[in-house]
């Protein structure tokens, strides 16, 4: 298995087509040995970029990420390593979360601490904030990428309005732009990439890393029969998204759908969770799927995706989107 990178949108900025993530995972669901040998596994894999956010195990996730890689040594011209701003870290005060210059600046400043790094190589907004004009965001973001503490900015979950709105500020201020998008993108979730950003990948050039590729675990069979105890959705804490996911009124099809997909990944000689996250790849203007991860194993395997992309033929696409599309978002 070979890694292979992409350019993200008309950047210049290369990412591997298989990336690695914290969500909780870093800080929250496994020990910090474990989050090591991750770490290790993805980049002797040829995993160029780490995904982090402020938010994540309220910034227990990036110490973590930050101890591994200062550990580790590896040149930091090999990796890219990434932060978001928006839904605050250990505080909530009115200026500990949002958009504001005041707490773009200051996030990235608690970030570059946390991860130990000089730069953030990609830093988003993890959110739209519906209180700051995206004028005061995008000079925050301009201004810190001109004082070198971040190279590229983008954004996570904005509507094509946001960014069309982002675009033009940055375009009349000529301040730098926003570069790629973090949406949620997988067989069960699909309208966002696939229609509202297509304007925007032709033009200025969107480039998209994507969450979830397995539906938060959905996509691998492991919630076919039941919540397991060793499983994410069984994590402290993560009563929201077991209740969000199971509860969704498309849960038992979506699980039925599940069981016909893995017919479809015996056929070809594969398992289900090479299969969806195979199927993210072949979506040309994904420029990396971010896998998440409690066991090194399960990225050992994702990993193997690479290989049966060209397996996905136009044939198998038709069948795939048969019983995915009926049950997506
Ligand atoms: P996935 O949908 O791929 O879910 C990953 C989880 O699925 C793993 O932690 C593991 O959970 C299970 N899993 C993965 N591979 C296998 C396998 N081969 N066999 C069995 N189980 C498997 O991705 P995430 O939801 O983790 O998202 C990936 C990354 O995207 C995050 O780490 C984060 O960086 C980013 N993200 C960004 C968001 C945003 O708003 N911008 C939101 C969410 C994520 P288990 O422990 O149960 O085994």
Aim: hydrophobic share 40%; glycine share 8%.
């Amino acid at each position: 298995m070979t890694m292979i990178y992409r350019r993200v949108g008309s950047s210049g900025l290369k990412v591997s087509a298989l990336s690695f993530g914290a969500w909780v995972t870093f800080g929250k669901q496994i020990g910090d040995p474990v989050a090591e040998k991750l770490m290790h596994t993805a980049y002797d894999a040829g995993v160029n970029f780490f995904d982090n956010a402020e938010t994540y195990a309220d910034g227990k996730a990036e110490r973590v990420m930050g101890a591994i890689l200062r550990k580790a040594g590896w040149p930091r011209d090999t990796y890219l390593v990434s932060s978001k701003v928006f839904f605050g870290a250990e505080r909530e005060g009115p200026n500990q979360v949002g958009l504001s210059r005041k707490h773009v600046v200051e996030a990235c400043h608690a970030a570059l601490q946390r991860l130990q790094v000089d730069y953030l190589d990609l830093y988003y907004c993890h959110r739209p904030d519906p209180e700051v004009p995206i004028e005061e965001t995008a000079r925050a973001m301009h201004d810190l990428i001109v004082q070198g503490k971040v190279l590229y900015w983008g954004t996570s979950e904005w509507s094509a309005d946001n960014l069309r709105e982002a675009f033009e500020v940055c375009a009349r201020l000529n301040l730098h732009r926003p570069i790629v998008e973090q949406p949620q993108y997988n067989l069960f979730h699909r309208r966002r990439v696939e229609h509202e950003y297509a304007p925007l990948y032709r033009s200025p050039g969107l480039g998209t890393t994507i969450w979830s590729p397995l539906a938060t675990g959905l996509l691998t069979g492991k919630y076919n029969d039941g919540v397991p105890p060793d499983s994410r959705l069984n994590t402290p804490g993560m009563e929201w998204l077991r209740d969000r996911l199971t509860g969704d009124p498309a849960f038992a099809r979506r699980v039925a759908a599940v069981k016909e997909l893995a017919r479809i990944a015996g056929e070809l000689g594969t398992s289900l969770p090479r299969l969806g996250v195979a199927w993210c790849l072949k979506h040309p203007q994904v420029s990396s799927v971010i896998l998440g991860a409690s066991r090194p194993e399960q990225l050992q395997e994702n990993f193997g995706a690479l290989a049966i992309v060209d397996q996905l033929t136009p044939e198998v696409m038709k069948r795939i989107d048969a019983i995915s599309r009926p049950v997506a978002d």
